[in-house]
């Protein structure tokens, strides 16, 4: 299993990113997928889901209304579009599938929201 993230940046406050997560040696289209942040000196937290056909998501409070979060089967690759930007945003950002009891992680993509 390979899930390697792109498209994180620096932004200002109110900009918009969209990060892609690019899967591979497992069958992408069968699996929930996630997005989960981690700030500085925070822990991890989910930022968002969805299921493996794409009709269902779910969405951190904190995000609601400024993510989307969806995917492309064909493509092997799931997005998080992210809006109307917060400095409280910063972190590196992390997809993740829960594939044969196993959690697995990308490296992550930096998102810095700074003016």
């Known amino acids: 299993v390979q899930l390697v993230e792109s498209g994180g940046g620096l932004v200002q406050p109110g900009g918009s990113l969209r990060l892609s997560c690019a899967a591979s040696?497992?069958?992408?289209?069968?699996?929930?997928m996630s997005w989960f942040r981690q700030a500085p000196g925070k822990e991890r937290e989910l930022v968002a889901a969805?299921?493996?056909?794409?009709?269902?998501?779910n969405y951190a409070d904190s995000v609601k209304g400024r993510v989307t979060i969806s995917r492309d089967n064909a493509k092997n690759t799931v997005y998080l579009q992210m809006n109307s930007l917060r400095t409280e945003d910063t972190a590196v950002y992390y997809c993740?599938?829960?594939?044969?009891?196993?959690?697995?992680w990308g490296k992550g993509t930096l998102v810095s929201v700074s003016s």
């Open positions: 993740k599938v829960w594939f044969n009891e196993v959690d697995y």
């Open positions: 040696g497992f069958t992408f289209s069968r699996y929930i």
């Open positions: 969805i299921t493996s056909a794409g009709g269902i998501t």
